[in-house]
């Protein structure tokens, strides 16, 4: 496996996407280096709206790569805020930057200690 990344800042889900506290507390939502290596090239991004609201471990985007089509499991529960909207143009972005300019959307977590999460070390135990 190539040398994949897990920064120790965020929340993982076994689904493969991760969840970032930011300073006025709202989440951003992204996937991992992990999903995006196994994804390859992502050439199509489906991402919610604003207002949409996701219960964890529902799909809350679409990603189709040239070998395959992934939902986006959510890592939290709650509402989406803001969408990257550069992925409209640039989905490679979430393959180039998974862990900043690749990131999906921004929620308002419903409960961000609802659980099922992994810190960064049990996530890179599960997916190695």
């Known amino acids: 496996m190539s040398n994949l990344q897990f920064p120790d800042d965020r929340l993982y889900h076994k689904e493969h996407l991760w969840a970032k506290k930011e300073p006025d507390g709202t989440y951003r939502i992204g996937i991992s280096d992990f999903a995006q290596e ?5 050439i199509f991004i489906s991402l919610p709206t604003v207002d949409d609201v996701f219960k964890q471990g529902v799909s809350g985007a679409e990603l189709e790569s040239v070998k395959a089509s992934s939902e986006a499991i959510m890592p939290l ?6 969408v990257n909207e550069a992925l409209k143009d640039k989905p490679e972005l979430v393959n180039s930057d998974p862990y900043g300019d690749g990131w999906l959307m921004i929620i308002e977590a419903e409960n961000p200690n609802e659980g099922n999460t992994l810190c960064a070390a049990e996530y890179a135990a599960q997916v190695s």
């Open 38 to 42: 196994q994804l390859d090239s992502v």
């Open 77 to 82: 529960s709650g509402k989406v805020t803001a």
